[in-house]
């Protein structure tokens, strides 16, 4: 790949580390001095520690090579977390690559309730039935299955590549998952199962707002994981369709939801007529994120 910044008067981390933020800056970057701190200490294989005791040290051999292409990729809108290969999730780190919806932090509010809500519905249960509906990067299923080894954990998603990078990310971090691919919950139904827990975290953006999504998620992350129809809602009405048929006689519902799609949520869980109980959970920027029903 040609080279596209001239480095030749480059001899310390500092001077790296500026030159490629003005890169980054010129390209329209968000944070151009976190992202070219990030990616060049990914080069570097440092912490930030010894990054910052570092910065008048030279450039060690073939560095800024390594760095350039990065910086290139980076001016392409290529996600951080999929030039990096990783991204960290509840404390863990979730391999990624192109195919897998990256994980965001908003989700750990919905293991966090599902944990929560398992809790006190069975207070004295080690060994229950969980599903996860739309596996991506194993992201919630694998989390729930390292902090509650006795579940029985299921996963379901419709494509292979996310299948196979969850079921890398499952033996790495030692959960013990069921891998199931196809649509949503018509596996689990096909086979006559039921559950105790079902989760999802599904395509809920509306199929006119994808285009509008940064560069950075059209350009690079699966529609599929994003698209979640006319008004974003196709994948909930589908969920809570089957779920008289999917859950066991007491049952735990959890769902993250889309921006104002939260109250449409809690009534379509109504009307399955098997969820008494509703409530709605804000992210920390204040977005109704979370949906949870109750059978009890």
């Not at 990030?38 to 005791?53: E, S, V, Y």
């Not at 979730?94 to 897998?100: K, S, W």
């Not at 827990?197 to 690079?220: F, K, Q």
């Not at 009307?271 to 992210?283: F, K, L, R, W």
């Amino acid at each position: 790949m040609p080279t596209q910044l001239d480095w030749s008067d480059v001899t310390t981390i500092r001077e790296a580390l500026t030159r490629a933020s003005s890169f980054l800056r010129e390209r329209g970057a968000k944070d151009p001095v976190f992202e070219a701190e990030l990616l060049l200490r990914h080069c570097l294989g440092w912490d930030r520690t010894r990054f910052l005791i570092s910065t008048m040290d030279s450039v060690p051999p073939g560095i800024v090579g390594r760095l350039d292409e990065l910086l290139q990729r980076r001016a392409r809108h290529e996600p951080l977390q999929y030039m990096f290969g990783s991204q960290e999730f509840y404390g863990r780190p979730f391999n990624v690559r192109p195919g897998v919806l990256i994980p965001r932090p908003e989700t750990e509010i919905l293991v966090e309730q599902v944990l929560l809500h398992a809790r006190q519905l069975w207070p004295d249960a080690d060994e229950l039935d969980v599903a996860d509906i739309g596996t991506g990067s194993g992201a919630i299923c694998i989390t729930l299955a390292c902090e509650r080894p006795g579940w029985n954990v299921t996963t379901v998603d419709l494509s292979p590549d996310a299948t196979a990078v969850a079921a890398e990310n499952a033996e790495r971090l030692g959960a013990r998952i069921r891998f199931l691919q196809g649509d949503l919950v018509r596996p689990l139904l096909a086979a006559g199962e039921q559950v105790d827990i079902l989760v999802s975290n599904p395509p809920y953006i509306p199929s006119a707002d994808v285009e509008e999504l940064e560069a950075e998620v059209l350009a690079h992350e699966p529609r599929l994981a994003l698209d979640g129809g006319a008004d974003g809602l196709d994948c909930y009405r589908r969920l809570c369709e089957a779920l008289p048929a999917a859950l066991k006689a007491k049952a735990l519902v959890a769902y993250e939801v889309g921006i104002h799609q939260a109250r449409d949520v809690v009534e379509l869980l109504k009307a399955t007529g098997v969820i008494e109980e509703v409530q709605i959970v804000p992210d920390l920027a204040g977005i109704e994120r979370v949906v949870v029903g109750i059978r009890r």
